[in-house]
T-cell receptor, first 112, second 112 residues
């Protein structure tokens, strides 16, 4: 059972480039989340989804987009990358809002 | 503004000692989660506290929730080196659509 799988694990982007961070889960969870973690800080919610076709903004959505076409996948799109988006990105999923979230291993993204 | 405050932010303790990490939050919630993160790793769920007075214990860690005081504690008993990690509390801000807001984390170092 793979759980939550994120790809890539590391990436370096140039300012202005775009990329998609992939996230897939095999636990049939309805809820999926994207967070960013800056050095020495807690996680901040970027976007979340309560089911296929439904997405909503979190605390820090600017500069990002998401889609949820299937239960399993929840990709995060960065358009026009900026140095302020240098961070570690975590995808998570949960069966319901009462259940703990299961986290992927993270994507370490640097924008230079 | 929704706030989740942990203290201390850094804790260095000797093996065998006891200590408590505090998590205060600024709005009504009866759902609180504790996570552990090892350096460079993902987050692991430790405890889910879903009601006032909830107490959960696992090994040398015990978590409790007082919703009236808007306070959760994570108590460490007879610390061992393997407990060295960063501990996060996260509060489910239900009135804002069941979004988790994380504290900044407490870095725990247990010295032999």
């Amino acid at each position: 059972n793979a759980g939550v799988t994120q790809t890539p694990k590391f990436r370096i982007l140039k300012i202005g480039q775009s990329m998609t961070l992939q996230c897939t889960q095999d636990m049939n969870h309805n809820y999926m989340y994207w967070y960013r973690q800056d050095p020495g800080m807690g996680l901040k919610l970027i976007y979340y989804s309560v089911g296929a076709g439904i997405t909503d903004k979190g605390e820090v959505p600017n500069g990002y987009n998401v889609s949820r076409s299937t239960t399993e996948d929840f990709p995060l799109r960065l358009e026009l990358a900026a140095p302020s988006q240098t961070s570690v990105y975590f995808c998570a999923s949960s069966y319901s809002s009462y259940q703990p979230q299961h986290f992927g291993d993270g994507t370490r993204l640097s924008i230079l | 503004e929704l706030k989740v405050e942990q203290n201390p932010l850094f804790l260095s303790m000797q093996e065998g000692k006891n200590y408590t990490i505090y998590c205060n939050y600024s709005t009504t919630s009866d759902r609180l989660y504790w996570y552990r993160q090892d350096p460079g790793k993902s987050l692991e769920s430790l405890f889910v506290l879903l009601s006032n007075g909830a107490v959960k214990q696992e090994g040398r860690l015990m978590a409790s929730l007082d919703t009236k005081a808007r306070l959760s504690t994570l108590h460490i008993t007879a610390a061992v080196h393997d407990l060295s990690a960063t501990y996060f509390c996260a509060v489910d801000m239900m009135e804002y659509g069941n979004k988790l807001v994380f504290g900044a984390g407490t870095i725990l170092r247990v010295k032999s």
